[in-house]
């Protein structure tokens, strides 16, 4: 079933993320998607993240799903401007990829091409209307298209650091819901009660929620997470518990399982973020009983 007939059905959805790779080697990707093949309901493919030069989001989610994965597809504003933003829009339906995740994207300072020139053409919220048009036939010129592209199209919401920061965020997830976002994924999440809690204001917005379920991969990982990213902590006694297991590594699979069960009674889907460990997916997924 696809992932946007699970969505419309309300059942939860599993998707795992998978960056395209620094280069044309991609026997690692193949090699992991291949053993969590028939157990994810789809693939996030990200737009360059951390502004890290990769093989492109559209060329990772081509590859991907001539391996028979779903994909997902991330596209942002950072690195083109709206003729070339279209352009491979129309270029990834043909493609066969039916599935956007629009980002915000990472500053070029945060990369690995730090000389780069940012584009700032159009917002997340424009690029959203464009493709609201596309679907509709038109171009952001208004000329008419010779046949249109049909989408499943996501949105991102940032951590918010305290209720007011959370409250914007909920503001500006609504107006992209109004311009044509039909699902919303969300920063990791560590915090269950947090999350109960934010998804009782999140559910005005109408559409599916996709938590992050990330996997700590040490305790450094953890203290970095809970003192630099905005949002809820890591709990304290998960860091402990990180910190005296004697098998650190079968102790975060075990925390990531644990998440995906409680995010089951409250959300719609997860998606699971393993940052190179993509090799710990089926642990993961045996751990959460998937």
């Known amino acids: 079933m ?23 080697d991609a026997s690692d990707l193949v090699s ?12 996030i493919v990200p737009e360059m993240a951390q502004a890290v030069m990769r093989m492109s989001a559209m060329g990772g989610a081509a590859l991907m799903q001539q391996q028979g994965m779903e994909t997902i597809m991330q596209i942002c504003c950072r690195d083109r401007n709206r003729l070339a933003l279209q352009g491979d829009i129309l270029a990834a339906y043909f493609l066969g990829i ?9 500053e070029i300072v945060y990369g690995d091409h730090i000389d780069a020139k940012q584009f700032a053409d159009i917002d997340e919220f424009t690029l959203l209307r464009a493709i609201k048009g596309l679907q509709n036939g038109v171009d952001m010129a208004g000329m008419e298209l010779k046949g249109s592209p049909k989408f499943v199209t996501g949105c991102s919401i940032k951590p918010a650091k305290n209720e ?16 044509g976002a039909q699902f919303l ?6 915090n269950i009660h947090a999350f109960t ?9 109408g559409v599916p929620v996709i938590a992050t379920v990330f996997l700590l991969k040490s305790v450094g990982v953890a203290r970095y997470i809970s003192t630099n990213v905005p949002g809820p902590p890591i709990p304290e006694e998960m860091i402990s518990r ?18 995906i069960t409680s995010l089951k009674e409250l959300c719609q889907g997860v998606q699971l973020v393993t940052m190179g460990w993509e090799n710990r997916l089926p642990a993961i997924l045996d751990a959460a009983k998937i």
């Open 2 to 24: 696809s992932f946007q007939k699970r969505l419309l059905l309300g059942d939860f959805v599993v998707l795992a993320e998978f960056d395209p790779p620094k280069g044309v």
């Open 98 to 106: 039916k599935n956007l995740l629009v980002i915000p994207g990472e």
């Open 197 to 205: 809690y934010f998804m009782e204001k999140a559910k005005a917005l």
């Open 164 to 179: 007011i920061a959370l409250e914007a965020e909920l503001e500006l997830a609504q107006k992209k819901v109004k311009e």
């Open 32 to 43: 992991n998607l291949i053993k969590i093949k028939g157990r994810v309901d789809g693939v």
């Open 242 to 259: 990180l910190r005296k297991a004697p098998d650190r590594i079968n102790e975060c699979i075990s925390i990531a399982g644990e998440l």
């Open 185 to 190: 994924v969300t920063p990791p999440v560590f």
